[in-house]
């Protein structure tokens, strides 16, 4: 069988996290995904390390590397009067068009849903922002890091003694990222059954907000106010995460019944004070959390990580080694169902890239991991001829007048 979404033709005109992680999504699927930056502007992702060898590049960020493999680079300086004729052949191209800019940017460069309608009326037109394109916010430019603190999240992550922390990295796009996919699916299908595109408008703030339900709910309906916990679970006791045997290594556990501190308390032994009554019940152990999580510890100190989830894993408590970013290269789980790929990058040559679609399986189709991101502009002369059916001759008088830079 061909890939799932061979066939869909996708342009990109968005940078950084959610704007272009569901174009690799779908590539790693069969779509043939364009990817518009320019070298005067390039995507603010190329600037964040590392960097390979620690040689700082647009080309050689290992974290854009790994979001965006199996893409054509296309350069178009959308400044260049010129660069509109381009941009309408993509248009009438693409099955699918996806923007991830401050709104108004497209609709300066006249690339806004209705202009791109009247060129192609079948187009699905994906986009996302901050706010959404509409509201006394809509303009308002930032990041993911930015939107995390807005959404609520910075508010309730940490320990209560302390100053709020930040989850790591710009933690609404990695979230919407999600929601994006599913949404873009729909409106696949949609197209498909009807014939007809959609306008697309992801509120990467509305998004952030509803992963947060549960505790938006517990608001509404109890008046209580989530807050910080640290690692500590309101119907768990023990939960957190124990220093293990050696330096810096954890392993995370989660009991959520009586009946599994029992099991908890064999395999540790059956210490004497596992068996004193403030530990015998839940609420006990609520209330004496912190000796709780002292106790624990003396015990977890003694084991490698590995051994502690493996004794609880085997008595059906819930637990798992903390893997450092280097474990998960050799995690045999990962390795098993071929999570990362070896690919060829012009600049950086071999790396290993994490399979975006790793996590889903089918029946008949594989994800699959064909080339690593491309560089600025890798693409832009067999995207052009190939894709566009522009001739030799056209390409090299654009270059020539400053269109693909």
Not at 15 to 29: F, K, Q
Not at 32 to 49: A, Q, Y
Not at 279 to 302: M, V
Not at 392 to 401: I, N, S, T
Request: charged share 20%.
């Amino acid at each position: 069988m061909g890939q799932l979404f061979e066939g869909l033709r996708y342009v990109e005109f968005a940078w950084t996290g959610v704007g272009p992680m569901p174009g690799t999504y779908l590539s790693s699927l069969g779509a043939t995904v364009i990817r518009i930056e320019s070298g005067k502007r390039p995507d603010p992702l190329r600037t964040m390390g590392p960097y390979k060898d620690g040689k700082r590049s647009v080309n050689r960020s290992l974290f854009y590397n790994m979001a965006n493999t199996n893409k054509y680079g296309f350069s178009l300086d959308m400044k260049h009067p010129e660069a509109s004729g381009v941009a309408e052949k993509l248009v009438s191209w693409a099955d699918v068009l996806s923007e991830s800019y401050t709104p108004g940017t497209m609709e300066k460069w006249g690339l806004h849903y209705d202009a791109v309608k009247k060129i192609n009326p079948e187009i699905i037109y994906y986009s996302t922002s901050m706010m959404g394109q509409s509201g006394p916010y809509a303009r308002l430019p930032g990041f993911g890091a930015q939107l995390t603190g807005m959404s609520g999240y910075t508010s309730i992550t940490g320990w209560p003694d302390r100053l709020p922390a930040v989850p790591y990295g710009a933690y609404t796009d990695f979230i919407n990222i999600k929601l994006a996919i599913f949404v873009l699916l729909a409106a696949i299908d949609y197209k498909r059954r009807t014939g007809k595109g959609q306008r697309i408008d992801l509120s990467q703030y509305e998004g952030g907000i509803l992963f947060l339900a549960p505790l938006m709910l517990d608001y509404f309906v109890n008046d209580r106010e989530a807050g910080r916990n640290g690692n500590r679970d309101i119907d768990y006791a023990p939960h957190g995460v124990y220093p293990c045997l050696g330096e810096d290594n954890w392993c995370a556990i989660a009991v959520g019944s009586d009946e599994q501190w029992k099991e908890m308390c064999q395999v540790m032994g059956d210490p004497n004070w596992a068996s004193e009554d403030r530990f015998r019940t839940f609420d006990g152990r609520k209330a004496n959390e912190d000796e709780l999580d002292q106790r624990i510890a003396g015990w977890t100190r003694s084991l490698p990580a590995a051994d502690v989830m493996n004794r609880l894993q085997a008595a059906g408590i819930a637990s798992g080694v903390v893997n450092k970013p280097s474990d998960t290269f050799s995690d045999p789980q990962l390795t098993e169902r071929g999570a990362y790929r070896s690919v060829s990058h012009t600049e950086i040559g071999e790396h290993l890239a994490f399979n975006i679609a790793a996590g889903m399986r089918f029946s008949s189709i594989t994800p699959k991991v064909e080339r690593s991101s491309p560089c600025i502009g890798e693409h832009t002369d067999f995207v052009c001829r190939n894709f566009l059916g522009m001739t030799a001759g056209e390409v090299d008088g654009l270059r020539q007048r400053g269109v693909f830079t």
